[in-house]
T-cell receptor, first 117, second 111 residues
Framework: NAGVTQTPKFQVLKTGQSMTLQCAQDMNHEYMSWYRQDPGMGLRLIHYSVGAGITDQGEVPNGYNVSRSTTEDFPLRLLSAAPSQTSVYFC????????????????FGSGTRLTVV | GNSVTQMEGPVTLSEEAFLTINCTYTATGYPSLFWYVQYPGEGLQLLLKATKADDKGSNKGFEATYRKETTSFHLEKGSVQVSDSAVYFCAPYTGGFKTIFGAGTRLFVKA
């Protein structure tokens, strides 16, 4: 059971380039999300999805797009990379897609370390 | 809005020492409380959780008790090992798909 798989593990981009960070899970989880991790700031939510065809913004959505065409995949697109987007990106999923269910934790991928120069 | 405060690290301990990592939160409503651990080069893993007041979550020798009156969820372990060296995140969740993560506390355990 692979859990949550993120690719690539490392990426260097030039300012203005675009790219897609991939995330796939094989646990049939409805809820998926993207976080960025920056030193001293914990994790901040970028976008999330509660099922195929349903996405919503998190705390820091600017400069990022997402789509959810299947239950398994939740790619994150950087439209025009900026140095401020240098970060470690984590994809997370949960077995609960209920707005009010607070009891389920997340399964995380191993992360993508992105550097924008 | 909701927020969480963790003690600043790094915390450096010798093997077999007692560990406490403090976590306090502010939240509207009645959150569930989680601790996650991040080992070097890896993603976060769920360590333990508690979903109602006075509940104690436990896993791998770690424990934390949901203290509603002090809005705290301190992580403890009686005897740390070198393999416990990691970053620990406190994460209250009130629903609505938006978990809040603390800044993380880095733990170093020396042999």
């Amino acid at each position: 059971n692979a859990g949550v798989t993120q690719t690539p593990k490392f990426q260097v981009l030039k300012t203005g380039q675009s790219m897609t960070l991939q995330c796939a899970q094989d646990m049939n989880h409805e809820y998926m999300s993207w976080y960025r991790q920056d030193p001293g700031m914990g994790l901040r939510l970028i976008h999330y999805s509660v099922g195929a065809g349903i996405t919503d913004q998190g705390e820091v959505p600017n400069g990022y797009n997402v789509s959810r065409s299947t239950t398994e995949d939740f790619p994150l697109r950087l439209l025009s990379a900026a140095p401020s987007q240098t970060s470690v990106y984590f994809c997370a999923s949960s077995s609960s897609s209920s707005y009010y269910d607070k009891t389920y934790g997340y399964t995380f991928g191993s992360g993508t370390r992105l550097t924008v120069v | 809005g909701n927020s969480v405060t963790q003690m600043e690290g790094p915390v450096t301990l010798s093997e077999e020492a007692f560990l406490t990592i403090n976590c306090t939160y502010t939240a509207t409503g009645y959150p569930s409380l989680f601790w996650y651990v991040q080992y070097p080069g890896e993603g976060l893993q769920l360590l333990l959780k508690a979903t109602k007041a006075d509940d104690k979550g436990s896993n791998k020798g770690f424990e934390a008790t949901y203290r509603k009156e002090t809005t705290s969820f301190h992580l403890e372990k009686g005897s740390v090992q070198v393999s416990d060296s990691a970053v620990y995140f406190c994460a209250p969740y009130t629903g609505g798909f938006k978990t809040i993560f603390g800044a993380g506390t880095r733990l170093f355990v020396k042999a």
